[in-house]
């Protein structure tokens, strides 16, 4: 740095090649200030700068950190908890259809269903906690603009089939359009068929050994399911077979 010279305007520097070239041009001498003030000027310009930037961008984090929290809205309750849904939600019974409810909803969507027996109601109860004995499953029966729902209640302690239900979505909202509440029954879906299993008991068998086993196969026409195939298979006979009364639907 000893090389660098200034000129009169302070705008250019020479090396020391190029001292006496300028008349204006002064050389550092014993006499003369060094270039530390120079240096000190920019150094505090510098952090002048800096101190400026960072002021900037932590104004900038926190206009942008402040409304996180405004933006995603309050946090709503875990329906699986059963906690109450927002008022401005559709009602369970009729939810939308844009989105398959979760096993609390469907226990929902069951209780506030009109064709549905008191007596399920009163028996669909949390068997742990929030843990309601239902399955639930999704898929296509109806030909409908959005998945069918399919519900099955079960029994807490042994998970027998108590009733089981089909829920079809018409404009916009979910309505029962298949039930069976003899229990013990469970009901699924195979192929676009909705296949029905009812086991049958004798006045004397355990609930692990049933006399019989009815499976029976609906499909869906004219806006209603129609029993397509029924099989019977007795427990003590297997090689008989007969249809069996198909569930009111």
């Given at each position: 740095?000893?090389?660098?010279?200034?000129?009169?305007?302070?705008?250019?520097?020479?090396?020391?090649?190029?001292?006496?070239?300028?008349?204006?041009?002064?050389?550092?001498?014993?006499?003369?200030?060094?270039?530390?003030?120079?240096?000190?000027?920019?150094?505090?310009?510098?952090?002048?700068?800096?101190?400026?930037?960072?002021?900037?961008?932590?104004?900038?984090?926190?206009?942008?950190?402040?409304?996180?929290?405004?933006?995603?809205?309050?946090?709503?309750?875990?329906?699986?908890?059963?906690?109450?849904?927002?008022?401005?939600?559709?009602?369970?019974?009729?939810?939308?259809?844009?989105?398959?409810?979760?096993?609390?909803?469907?226990?929902?969507?069951?209780?506030?269903?009109?064709?549905?027996?008191?007596?399920?109601?009163?028996?669909?109860?949390?068997?742990?906690?929030?843990?309601?004995?239902?399955?639930?499953?999704?898929?296509?029966?109806?030909?409908?603009?959005?998945?069918?729902?399919?519900?099955?209640?079960?029994?807490?302690?042994?998970?027998?089939?108590?009733?089981?239900?089909?829920?079809?979505?018409?404009?916009?909202?979910?309505?029962?359009?298949?039930?069976?509440?003899?229990?013990?029954?469970?009901?699924?879906?195979?192929?676009?068929?909705?296949?029905?299993?009812?086991?049958?008991?004798?006045?004397?068998?355990?609930?692990?050994?049933?006399?019989?086993?009815?499976?029976?196969?609906?499909?869906?026409?004219?806006?209603?399911?129609?029993?397509?195939?029924?099989?019977?298979?007795?427990?003590?006979?297997?090689?008989?077979?007969?249809?069996?009364?198909?569930?009111d639907g």
């Amino acid at each position: 740095m000893r090389g660098l010279g200034t000129t009169a305007g302070g705008t250019g520097h020479t090396d020391r090649g190029d001292r006496g070239t300028d008349g204006d041009s002064a050389e550092i001498g014993p006499d003369r200030p060094g270039p530390t003030p120079v240096r000190g000027t920019i150094q505090a310009a510098f952090t002048a700068v800096a101190v400026v930037v960072a002021l900037a961008l932590f104004v900038s984090s926190c206009a942008t950190g402040g409304t996180g929290a405004r933006d995603e809205g309050p946090a709503h309750a875990d329906l699986a908890g059963g906690s109450a849904v927002s008022s401005s939600r559709a009602p369970m019974a009729t939810p939308s259809a844009s989105a398959a409810p979760d096993p609390m909803q469907a226990v929902r969507l069951v209780k506030a269903d009109p064709k549905v027996s008191g007596q399920v109601k009163r028996e669909l109860q949390p068997c742990v906690s929030d843990d309601y004995p239902v399955d639930v499953s999704y898929g296509e029966l109806t030909g409908g603009p959005a998945e069918d729902i399919v519900v099955n209640v079960l029994s807490c302690g042994d998970s027998v089939g108590v009733a089981s239900y089909v829920y079809q979505e018409q404009d916009g909202e979910y309505r029962n359009v298949f039930q069976a509440e003899e229990p013990p029954v469970y009901a699924e879906i195979d192929h676009g068929y909705l296949v029905v299993t009812e086991q049958v008991y004798a006045k004397d068998d355990a609930l692990s050994n049933p006399s019989s086993e009815n499976v029976i196969s609906y499909l869906w026409k004219s806006g209603r399911f129609v029993r397509e195939d029924a099989t019977r298979t007795e427990y003590g006979n297997l090689g008989g077979g007969d249809e069996s009364a198909a569930p009111d639907g």
